[in-house]
């Protein structure tokens, strides 16, 4: 698939002839210097915007012919975001905010039962009460995280998700993230500036200037060119 962002002298091939295909339970990273199209191609496999060419299958549905309405239920039902700032609503708790991905796609059957589940699992089995601006930005990561996966979706997305934390707590974050994946058999697609922190992963994914390379690159510039 591609992503052309505008027209004329404006035109960026943002992503260009991308192809692969990620197994279900693969936990894998996108990395790629920063302008490389990472959150470009997060975007499309989250279905926040549309390819220019291409098609993208989630469980064998083409989500490149699903009309807008389509789309939305798609992404609430199949799938889990996680962000560089994790996004919680301040006014809720803890909990309201891992239950919002169930109200929003009405699957409120048991919701709060597997939010709890969720939160003990990520350590927030005391937060789970306060308001979601009442705790660390370790904990709201760990919050962020259950909400990802409160819909047990086929692939939890996440863009940066230690971008925004000290060394140690991205550590922990980035550990909680491959003991869930594991447990769960969940398919996780990390972009990440962070390759380190991650150690060892299912598969890495390089992005450079729009192009997707199997494996970590060589970091020396024109290696590939
Ligand atoms: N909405 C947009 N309109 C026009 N150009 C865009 C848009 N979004 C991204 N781009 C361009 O597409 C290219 C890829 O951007 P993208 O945000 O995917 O990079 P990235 O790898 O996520 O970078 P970073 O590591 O800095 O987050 C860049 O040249 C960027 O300027
Ligand atoms: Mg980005």
Redesign the pocket.
Known sequence: MSKI??QGENQ?N?LDNVTFSIEKGEFVLIV??????????LNMIGLLDRPTYGKIFIDGTDTTKLDDNKISSFRNNKLGFIFQFSNLLSDLTVLENVLLPRQIARTNNSAEEDAKKLLNAVGLENQMNKRANKISGGQAQRAAIARGLINSPSIVLAD?PTGNLDSVTSEKIVQLMKTMAKELNQTFIV?T?DRQHFGDVDRVIT?KD?HAFEGDLPSEVGVLV
């Open positions: 962002y505008g960026v943002a790629g210097s920063s302008g490389s199209g990472k959150s470009t191609l940066e972009v500036h992005i729009g």
